[in-house]
């Protein structure tokens, strides 16, 4: 569910994040379709998603967990912070029809043991609301 409310999020799942000077964020490796590794099983020093949820301004969330997925397997579960939820600007005159919550979340080690997928679930306050991001699959480069 999401889609028919106006909420969504999106993952990017990187090798890293990094905090810059001027409140820059820095996504370092990121994947697009599909990780490959040389071979399974393996396991990644580190691994990061950055997350973006996005709700309608007149619908602000009350609360919000999000959890990495590893095929069914939970990675990690972040309960994302209720100060997160107020607009960091007055968005009174802003054009635009979103509030967007940002969130780096990194774990490390992460180990594959077969072909898989990741992908970043999140439940808000209305029961039963999933919001699903798309899912990166994780695969091993074809030996020739």
């Known amino acids: 569910m999401g889609a028919d409310n106006g909420r969504f999020l999106v993952a990017t799942f990187c090798d890293d ?3 810059e000077i001027g409140k820059k964020v820095s996504l370092m490796g990121c994947y697009h379709g599909a ?3 040389p071979s399974l099983p393996t396991v990644l020093l580190r691994f990061c ?3 973006s949820v996005y709700t309608p301004i007149d619908r602000p969330f009350a609360a919000l967990e999000l959890r990495i997925m590893h095929d ?3 990675v ?3 309960e994302v912070s209720p100060d997160l939820f107020l607009p960091s600007v007055d968005v009174s005159d802003d054009s635009s029809a979103y509030m967007v919550i940002h969130t780096a979340i990194g774990f490390a080690p992460f180990s594959i043991e077969e072909p898989s997928s990741i992908y970043v ?3 808000t306050e209305t029961e039963g609301e999933e919001l699903i991001s798309q ?3 994780i695969l091993s480069t074809p030996s020739n």
């Open 72 to 74: 069914s397997m939970v």
């Open 121 to 123: 679930v999140a439940n």
């Open 49 to 51: 998603a950055f997350v």
């Open 135 to 137: 899912r990166l699959r």
């Open 35 to 37: 990780l490959m590794v």
């Open 17 to 19: 994040i990094r905090q």
């Open 76 to 78: 990690e579960s972040v």
